[in-house]
């Protein structure tokens, strides 16, 4: 079973950072977590940023310049940077993962996010 472990949401003031964390739970093989997405209320979750397993990226053009996604392999986490907050950012944000075994995707819980003054 693939089990996603999200930290470090909270709230912050618009201009503030907060760096999101994505882990796979376990030593189970064949787990490659991609990405986040986020969800503001009354709206479809939105892709905000992916990154491959080499490390090549993709960003919504909404976070371009102020989030960054990074990865370590040897834990199998995603990092989230996110500078330059504004109010629009506040959103649970999720990430995902595929499993070469089941060959499907599996979202974490999510984490809230709210950027206010």
């Known amino acids: 079973q693939v089990q996603l472990v999200e930290s470090g949401g909270g709230l912050v003031q618009p201009g503030g950072s907060l760096r999101l964390s994505c882990a796979a739970a376990?030593?189970?093989?064949?787990?490659?977590?991609k990405g986040w997405y986020r969800q503001a209320p009354g709206k479809q979750r939105e892709l905000v940023a992916t990154?491959?397993?080499?490390?090549?990226?993709n960003y919504a053009d909404s976070v371009k310049g102020r989030f960054t996604i990074s990865r370590d392999n040897a834990k199998n986490t995603v990092y989230l940077q996110m500078n330059s907050l504004k109010p629009e950012d506040t959103a649970v944000y999720y990430c995902?993962?595929?499993?070469?075994?089941?060959?499907?995707?599996?979202w974490g819980q999510g984490t809230q996010v709210t950027v206010s003054s």
């Open positions: 995902n993962a595929d499993w070469v075994v089941t060959r499907m995707t599996y």
């Open positions: 376990g030593s189970v093989f064949g787990i490659n977590v």
């Open positions: 990154i491959t397993s080499i490390g090549n990226t």
